[in-house]
């Protein structure tokens, strides 16, 4: 397995049509991005908010690894699209708000590519007003923010491998008891 880094400068657009310069991972706000909030003294505040669409851009230059299956992953986001010179990648498990999102990108990188994230903390195809007043994205806890979190990477894979792996334990009792394990 290979792994290609693409933590660093980004471009980012949100809403009002200006292109900003932004340092993932990280969120819109710790990079300056967004409105400026009143501060309120029962909660802490963030300096900068982005409710939308946020298209943040890169272009990349990587050998392409003949052979491998590539994955593009990001530990953490909200709801979050890919494009690869302009062609959707599709996700590889189904995404949630709280696990990595995996996009396939096999056969759509060349070597000379631009990605581009569409990141969405409106929550598009989700109960948005239950997620917004939900610990999950309140200001009383962790923000409603924008962004991408944690890693960011290409992952070179061989074209076969285990995703997951369960094993069953039988108990003394004849029940029936689940191990799992994930290896990516």
């Known amino acids: 397995m290979e792994i290609y880094d693409l933590s660093g400068l980004w471009n980012a657009k949100i809403g009002d049509g200006k292109e900003y310069r932004m340092i993932l991972p990280g969120t819109l ?14 909660r802490f505040m963030r300096k900068h908010s982005f409710t939308g669409q946020a298209a943040i851009t890169k272009k990349i230059h990587i050998s392409v690894p003949e052979g491998k299956r590539l994955f593009v992953e990001v530990e953490r986001a909200r709801c979050l699209r890919l494009f690869v010179n302009g062609r959707e ?20 990188l060349t070597g000379e590519d631009e990605l581009t994230f569409l990141s969405d903390n409106t929550y598009p195809g ?15 806890t962790q923000t409603n923010w924008n962004g991408l979190l944690g890693y960011l990477r290409i992952r070179a894979q ?5 995703s997951s792996l369960r094993v069953y334990l039988m108990s003394r009792r004849g029940r029936c008891t689940t191990m799992t394990s994930r290896r990516r």
């Open 126 to 140: 989700l109960p948005a007003k239950d997620i917004v007043y939900s610990s999950a994205a309140t200001d009383e």
């Open 158 to 162: 061989e074209p076969v491998f285990l």
């Open 29 to 42: 706000d710790e990079n300056g991005i967004g409105s400026g909030e009143e501060p309120l003294a029962t």
């Open 89 to 108: 990648a599709l996700h590889f498990n189904p995404p949630t708000l709280v696990t990595p999102h995996i996009f396939e990108v096999t056969g759509l």
